[in-house]
């Protein structure tokens, strides 16, 4: 008979050895993958359920707003890779036995266009204990690497620009879609800041579930006396209820029309003002910029929110 004092040893040995099976390898990785996992050391605690919000409206047109830096469609689907690969950090830095992680993209309106859901649907990921695997890792990053332009590349090519119902998005749809007990829940937006669908066009007051170019003028939101102005007619989205405190939002490629030098504090009070009255846990909007200089942003959102 094998004494018991072995038999437990043995054991002990057999599970530090799955547990080390278990572990993300970080070998052969490039310098800057390398750099994220060792930063995201510190989420490995947390499930992350990470959603997009694409606005394909005509935002997106680079023959209506052509930018020679770098055009908004591809700024938007860079920010979206450099989040995947967070996410793919994220994962690593965790055993295996913890994976409870989700990532996806959605819309609204839904685009007519069904390839632009099909490969939006391949982007829907839930990483579990089950279905861990090197190969999975591997086509997560590939896909978000080239589906999201695809995306915009159909959007574009079809030329329906039907306008960006996030208003309706929140009323009806975040709290189904992207928020789940027991995960760290955030939502980015990718946006210029704008609202508008013509189906969804909604006025409480001087409170409404759009905002345009065309209504910052109307509402007179151009010069120095905008703030007191708003405050004082108390113009902003309607808020759609409360129970947003499980929420992280991170809005991105803010991109102020030129109406006046203000346009872009306008926005934001706004979007500050609606996500304050439901309850948003916490939330960043930035304006549009180069990846490489959002990177930074995006980073410190994912990574250094205990700090804050």
Request: hydrophobic share 35%.
């Amino acid at each position: 008979m094998i004494p018991v004092k072995t038999m437990l040893s043995a054991l002990l040995t057999c599970l530090f050895f799955l547990q080390c099976a278990e572990e993300p390898k970080e070998e052969h990785l490039d310098a800057k993958m390398a750099s994220l996992i060792t930063d995201a050391k510190g989420t490995a605690e947390e499930n992350w359920n990470v959603s997009f919000l694409l606005d394909l409206s005509d935002r997106i047109n680079p023959e209506k707003y052509p930018n020679p830096a770098m055009e908004f469609y591809q700024r938007d689907a860079t920010y979206i890779g450099s989040i995947a690969e967070l996410f793919n950090a994220h994962l690593r830095t965790k055993p295996i036995r913890t994976w409870n992680d989700k990532i996806q993209i959605y819309f609204d309106p839904e685009p007519s266009n069904g390839n632009i859901n099909t490969i939006s649907e391949e982007l829907k990921y839930h990483f579990t204990r089950q279905n861990a695997s090197k190969e999975l890792l591997e086509e997560f990053l590939i896909r978000y690497a080239l589906n999201p332009t695809k995306i915009y590349d159909l959007a574009i090519e079809d030329g329906r620009y039907v306008g960006s119902d996030t208003w309706g998005f929140f009323k009806n749809k975040v709290q189904p879609y992207c928020i789940d007990q027991q995960h760290r829940n955030i939502l980015i937006i990718l946006t210029d800041g704008y609202i508008f669908h013509i189906n969804n066009k909604k006025t409480e007051g001087n409170r409404t579930s759009f905002l345009t170019p065309e209504e910052v003028r109307r509402k007179k939101l151009t010069d120095s006396s905008w703030r007191d102005r708003m405050e004082k007619e108390d113009f902003g989205f309607i808020p759609v209820g409360e129970g947003f405190d499980a929420l992280e939002v991170l809005v991105l490629n803010i991109n102020p029309s030129q109406n006046s030098p203000y346009e872009e504090d306008v926005l934001k009070a706004f979007w500050t003002d609606w996500f304050e009255k439901m309850g948003v846990k916490r939330y960043e909007i930035q304006r549009t910029d180069l990846p490489s200089n959002t990177e930074k942003i995006i980073k410190d959102f994912f990574l250094n929110h205990s700090k804050n």
